[in-house]
C-alpha cells in the first residue's frame, strides 16, 4: 500500500502568527488549555535566555529565527481519501484494471498558521546544534537547500 500524499490548503488561518515552543518532553494533551498561564509562563533575562518551569523542572530555552525568506507553518492532518477520478476517466482509449489497494491516497494538510521563530527548550543547558537535533536539521537541511537552490560561482572550466 502507498503512502498517503498530502496537500495544504492554504485559507486565512494560515496568515496567523503561532508561538512555537519545542520542548524536551512529551505532554499527553492535545486540545486547549485555558488559562495557558497557570501551567506555562516562559522569562526572559537581559540576555534574550528564557527560562520557564513545568512540573518543577528547570528549561532554559533559545529563540532561533528562521533565515529570511523562510517561514514555517503549521497544519493539521485530516483524514486521507481516495482520489475522485479514478484513471479509467482519464485515459479514454485504453482500458486500465487497477487493484484498489494500489490506489494513492491523497490527504489534505489545514493550514493553521505560521512563525518566522521558535524556541528550543532544553533540561538545565542552552541547546546547541551540536548535540540538538531541531537546530541540527534546521541549520543543515537550509545549507542543503542553499547549496541546491544556487548557481556555481566563477566560470566554468572548459575540457
Known sequence: MAHPVFTVDSQENIQKKAQIH?????????????PVETYWSPNESEDQIKTAYIRGRKLHGKVVKLPEGYY?????????????????????????IEDPEDQLEVGVMQGKGTFDE?????????ADSTEDPYLRGMEEWISFAGQIHSYPSGKASDN
Open 72 to 96: 514555517g507553518s503549521v497544519v493539521e492532518k485530516s483524514t486521507p481519501k481516495k482520489p475522485d477520478q479514478s484513471r479509467e476517466e482519464m485515459v479514454e482509449d485504453l482500458e486500465i
Open 22 to 34: 519545542l520542548l524536551p518532553c512529551r505532554i499527553h494533551h492535545d486540545g486547549e488549555v485555558k
Open 118 to 126: 521558535f524556541v528550543v527548550w532544553n533540561h538545565e543547558t542552552l
